[in-house]
């Protein structure tokens, strides 16, 4: 029933974002329409695609950094990827892939000086130290991200803020295709931890006895929601609240354990963000509003209504 | 007399920490079997900790070996070693709103492969935990809602459920009160005399330890001060010397009870 309700919801978040948009497109035609084929459809894909990710990277990191306010972004990765697409921008760097790449690489040093700090005194992936790490990396990320901006002409400025809240208007078939060759194995990595994950939410030492390697599951978790995550904010810049609402929306049909868990945080999170970049090509249309917008919009008053039920639970 | 391969096999092991001065725990030699019941006792800072983590394989000894089962600790897959040691550990907190059903559920974790969904030996397993701890009644609460006691029933249950030959319990006692104190060991006697476990348990309670325990393993300084049955473990000179206490003992049911005494007010300088 559960299963029935969402697959509905994500059907009808489809449907809806490839018959609604600024151009009108009769109903009898959709299926010709070169609009549709080469816009609407890659794009509710892609919005499908990158939202599940987040939605999946979200929930396996909160169980790891046993944090329920864990977000994909909060281990420095959109800082990260921020730098890396602003300099892409500052430096002009042309062509259809630059920008992508150079906001992965962004995300993959991110990733990597968290991942390397994380280990600091043996810490073994501690989580708070990751936390702490990448708080720091964001930050530091940030400042050189802002130190870039505030010394560039308008209109590159106005790309990069557009740029860091988000937005699939660069979707194509060509990155719905890299996405679903890339995002399977992360994916695939993290529903196999879903045991594990279960048991790291009692503590790393009663997982350990409960049969968990524990060391290993949280490199594996680590990277896998990293890498997820930084492929995600390649093609759609940064989109928050995604990764952090979806889970605990999930959570509270599917309860706790992760073998239903993730799979449903990947369809709700695919399907709240085909819902959220359709408003956002729709409401202001001709005009766009960055797709990050839309989803701290829903996302915090929800976010806010769960806050009210945790404290009075 | 039968002599049943040891489950747990210290021999003479010692750990030190990284960076310490000194060994956190120096030649101790343990061995335990099904059916038996033993106690370890020592101050805080005794290396009692210590202990469980070579046992568990957590730790490896500089010296010594700590074997379970013929193989050392260590070196089992944490999934292998689940299915033969339960742990009730010290602390754990739950991330997340569980109920007790759910919560025994995740003992049965190590028995099951990768993708594969619940069996109903699996789920049947469950439930002879939770009826061997009392705990039938409690199944579907949450567990945030439960009295200590309950809670220590639980923990018990869920390792109950991973069916191992060889429990630990690492200080279950600590914030019970008598009347859920007291049940909890006779809980683990049973356990030992009907359904032949080994136990190991971590106690500060040198009382129940002395009344319900086989054997005694009295470390002072990661030092085995005294090992052996209660009754020759439990002197009062030795108790004396390791807590650094004056005390007085007596004998209830041929088992040794330890008696503190207060200490000889000195007149204010």
């Known amino acids: 029933m559960r299963w029935v309700a969402l697959g509905v919801a994500a059907g009808l978040a489809l449907v809806a974002s490839v018959v609604l948009g600024p151009a009108a497109v009769p109903l009898g035609e959709l299926t010709r329409s070169d609009i549709v084929w080469s816009l609407r459809v890659p794009r509710a894909v892609l919005a499908f695609l990158v939202g599940g990710s987040l939605g999946v990277a979200g929930a396996s990191l909160q169980a790891l950094v046993r944090n329920p306010l864990a977000d994909p972004f909060l281990l420095g990765l959109s800082g990260g990827a921020g730098l890396g697409a602003v300099v892409a921008l500052a430096i002009h760097l042309s062509g259809p892939w630059a920008l992508p790449l150079a906001a992965f690489a962004g995300a993959l040093g991110a990733l990597a000086l968290v991942y390397r700090m994380g280990l600091v005194g043996g810490a073994a992936l501690d989580p708070r130290i990751l936390l702490l790490a990448g708080v720091a990396v964001g930050a530091f990320a940030a400042a050189i991200t802002t130190a870039i901006v505030s010394l560039a002409d308008a209109a590159e400025l106005r790309n990069a803020f557009l740029w860091l809240w988000g937005g699939l208007s660069a979707a194509s078939w060509d990155t719905v295709l890299v996405l679903v060759l890339y995002a399977p194995l992360p994916l695939a990595v993290l529903f196999a931890a879903a045991r594990p994950l279960d048991l790291l939410a009692l503590g790393e030492e009663p997982a350990r006895y409960l049969g968990a390697d524990v060391e290993r599951v949280k490199r594996r978790v680590y990277l896998a929601a990293s890498l997820l995550t930084a492929a995600a904010v390649a093609v759609s810049g940064v989109i928050g609240f995604v990764g952090l609402v979806v889970p605990h929306i999930a959570r509270l049909a599917w309860g706790h354990r992760h073998r239903a868990l993730l799979p449903a945080a990947f369809i709700g999170g695919g399907a709240l963000l085909a819902i959220a970049d359709t408003l956002a090509r729709t409401v202001v249309a001709p005009r766009e509003l960055p797709v990050g917008v839309v989803t701290a919009l829903i996302g915090v008053p929800v976010f806010a209504l769960l806050l009210r039920r945790w404290t009075i639970a | ?269």
């Not at chain 2, 005694?216 to 020759?232: C, E, I, K, T």
Request: net charge neutral; glycine share 8%.
């Open chain 2, 1 to 269: 007399m039968s002599s049943a391969p040891p489950i747990l096999s210290l021999r003479d092991v010692r750990y030190r920490y990284p960076g310490a001065t000194q060994d956190a725990l120096a030649g101790v030699s343990l061995a335990a079997g099904p059916g038996e019941f033993h106690a370890v006792l020592g101050p805080n800072g005794s290396g009692k900790t210590t202990l469980v983590r070579l046992v568990l394989g957590a730790l490896v000894p500089a010296a010594g070996r700590a074997d379970i089962a013929g193989r050392s600790a260590h070196l089992w897959p944490r999934q292998d070693l689940a299915r033969v040691v339960g742990v009730v550990p010290q602390r754990e907190d739950n991330l997340f709103p569980q109920r007790v059903r759910e919560t025994v559920l995740l003992g049965r974790y190590p028995h099951l492969s990768l993708w594969g969904r619940e069996r109903p030996e699996d789920h049947s397993a469950v439930e002879r935990a939770l009826a061997a701890c009392d705990a039938v009644q409690l199944a579907d609460r949450w567990v945030w809602t439960l009295s200590g006691g309950e809670y220590q029933r639980v923990r018990v249950a869920r390792a109950l459920a991973q069916e191992p030959r060889l429990l630990v319990l690492d200080e279950p006692g600590v914030s019970l009160d008598l009347r859920h104190e007291m049940a909890l060991f006779e809980l683990v006697r049973g356990l030992v005399d009907r359904a032949g476990l080994g136990v190991l348990m971590i106690t500060h309670q040198l009382n129940l330890a002395a009344r319900y325990a086989d054997t005694v393993l009295l470390l002072a300084d990661g030092r085995p001060a005294a090992a052996g049955a209660p009754g020759d473990v439990l002197t009062r000179e030795t108790v004396e010397r390791v807590f650094s206490w004056p005390v007085t003992m007596q004998l209830l049911d041929g088992r040794p009870q330890m008696v503190p005494l207060r200490q000889p007010k000195e007149p204010l300088a």
